[in-house]
């Protein structure tokens, strides 16, 4: 089931091309296919560095990419409370939020923001009330936040378990526009008039399905025991793209849950910063007078664009998983120009660059391969695309370039016809996969690399 938007204009009208976007995004998802190892590279001399000390403080436990918005985008809150959800993927006793003015042209006033844990009972709006806090930055309850930049909260004391819903409030008192945001949150989140943000219950006035201007949530614990993040870069099937919403089925958020029962007080976070439609190599660009005008600045910088901002600055962040490249080859003739198609030497030039970036700042980082995409209902399929993904699958699995492969693509295809996805694992677009096959991605992580 597809998140529902309540709100009228510009939300109501991008409605109907949203499983569109999400299936030309081309991200990929687990399910319960056989787990395939994914050991270090043989040819691979990087090691990590040294471990943060236990003072370091301050660990990711969520977060989310931001995007612009098309011009045909028209979202604008005034005096309207936003109620946002997210899942925590480690544990800690003292929390802060990020949010973001990135996208936006104009400074961004937040009159006032709390954050809470969701109740455990009655609808998915209501916050436990003796686990709400009110948020100051720079020890004042508002901020405004100039164009194109973001803001960290002061933290605040909460104790805050691995894989609870937290919900953070922001008022915003001005008209704003709905500037920066994740498109596709696959989880349902609402708007109130006035400031209600230290309510317990509210009075919705429209359900979304984005995050606007919330990036990231990260934790302490404030003692001695060690945690790190690792980092998941990737598309629309690391976004999450066809799996239910408010499910947190995401292939990472299966990562999170297998760490969590894995190593105890050990934690390693996972941020997800899958966009859908996101490529390796170029920006949203349109054909003019095509319908992608209306959407495709949803699918976000490219990530050699976004790799400082996503991946280098993430708190704690001490490993990367890189899952791009289906949609460098599938995009050109569909969503943008034929002039942007690229060959399989572009998308290992551009992972080689990755590489090198993560490194530098001491991070491990690991090469996802191209899950299959034979017969998909996009017009991604093409006998040279898929020449260039065998191309591309065979460099991150023998290169040693990377610090260790996680062969997705070997968990999740059909044995009988290896360039597609196995039917069980298939959303129905012979892309993206289901919410089984999202699990079985997890799976195909071997949790030794992320120790």
Do not use: C
Not at 205 to 232: C, H, K, M, N, P
């Amino acid at each position: 089931m597809r998140p529902h938007s309540a709100r009228s204009g510009a939300l109501g009208a991008r409605r109907a091309g949203r499983h569109l976007v999400a299936v030309l995004t081309g991200a990929l998802l687990l399910g319960t296919a056989p787990a395939t190892s994914a050991e270090p590279s043989a040819g691979s001399s990087f090691r990590p560095a040294a471990h943060r000390t236990a003072d370091a403080a301050w660990t990711g436990t969520w977060a989310t990419t931001p995007t612009a918005t098309p011009a045909s985008d028209t979202t604008a809150f005034e005096d309207e409370t936003i109620r946002q959800t997210v899942r925590t993927s480690i544990g800690g006793e003292r929390v802060r939020i990020r949010l973001s003015n990135e996208f936006g042209s104009l400074p961004l006033v937040i009159g006032a923001a709390h954050l809470a844990r969701r109740a455990a009972d009655g609808p998915a709006s209501r916050i436990d009330p003796r686990t709400d806090r009110p948020l100051t930055f720079g020890g004042r309850t508002s901020v405004t936040i100039p164009a194109g930049a973001p803001v960290l909260s002061d933290p605040v004391s909460l104790r805050v378990p691995a894989g609870s819903d937290l919900v953070v409030s922001i008022h915003l008192p001005e008209r704003t526009p709905g500037s920066t945001l994740h498109a596709f949150a696959f989880q349902h989140n609402y708007v109130a008039s006035g400031n209600v943000t230290g309510r317990s219950d509210i009075d919705a006035t429209a359900t979304i399905d984005r995050w606007y201007f919330l990036t990231g949530v990260s934790v302490s614990t404030g003692r001695s025991e060690r945690s790190s993040a690792v980092v998941t870069f990737g598309d629309s099937i690391t976004d999450g793209a066809d799996t239910d919403a408010d499910a947190n089925h995401r292939w990472p958020d299966f990562l999170a849950g297998r760490l969590n029962a894995a190593y105890g007080p050990h934690a390693v976070g996972v941020l997800n910063e899958g966009i859908s439609g996101n490529r390796l190599l170029h920006d949203p660009n349109p054909p003019a007078g095509s319908e992608a005008e209306n959407f495709a600045a949803y699918f976000g910088q490219s990530a050699l664009r976004r790799f400082d901002r996503d991946v280098a600055s993430q708190p704690g962040a001490e490993h990367l998983i890189v899952l791009l490249g289906v949609n460098d080859l599938g995009h050109p003739g569909t969503v943008a120009p034929e002039s942007e198609r690229v060959t399989a030497a572009d998308l290992v030039d551009a992972h080689r660059q990755i590489i090198a970036r993560a490194h530098d700042r001491g991070l491990t980082a690991y090469g996802g391969t191209i899950l299959p995409f034979k017969n998909d209902t996009l017009g991604f399929y093409s006998p040279e695309n898929e020449a260039a993904r065998q191309t591309v699958n065979r460099w991150i699995r023998t290169s040693g370039a990377y610090d260790g492969v996680i062969d997705f693509d070997r968990a999740l295809r059909d044995p009988s016809d290896p360039q597609r996805l196995l039917a069980r694992y298939d959303s129905g677009d012979h892309l993206h996969p289901n919410d089984a096959g999202a699990e079985v991605m997890s799976r195909a992580v071997p949790l030794h690399l992320l120790r």
